[in-house]
């Protein structure tokens, strides 16, 4: 449990480190929304894209069978580019 405390004319407060990591909101932007019990946090990803480069790394990693000839197209995103 936390409390609400004073910031200049504002109010803030402190989240514990460890629901930080587990909410996965380490250095991101917060969104906030009020919902009908209260308030929600959540990250704003600053691009759809962003980190798929580590995810298709992982999925392929995971299968061996790809040759890296997939890894290099699924990572090339220039027939994208407008």
Avoid at 1 to 29: C, D, Y
Avoid at 35 to 45: A, D, S, T
Wanted: aromatic share 2%; no cysteine; hydrophobic share 40%.
């Amino acid at each position: 449990m936390t409390m609400l405390i004073k910031i200049g004319n504002s109010q803030g407060i402190r989240i514990p480190k460890s629901l930080i990591a587990q909410a996965h909101l380490e250095n991101v932007q917060i969104d906030l929304e009020v919902v009908e019990n209260g308030l929600l946090l959540k990250p704003v990803l600053s691009s759809k894209r962003e980190n798929w480069e580590e995810n298709i790394k992982n999925v392929l990693s995971n299968n061996t069978n790809l040759e890296e000839e997939a890894i290099d197209e699924f990572l090339n995103d220039s027939d994208l580019e407008d």
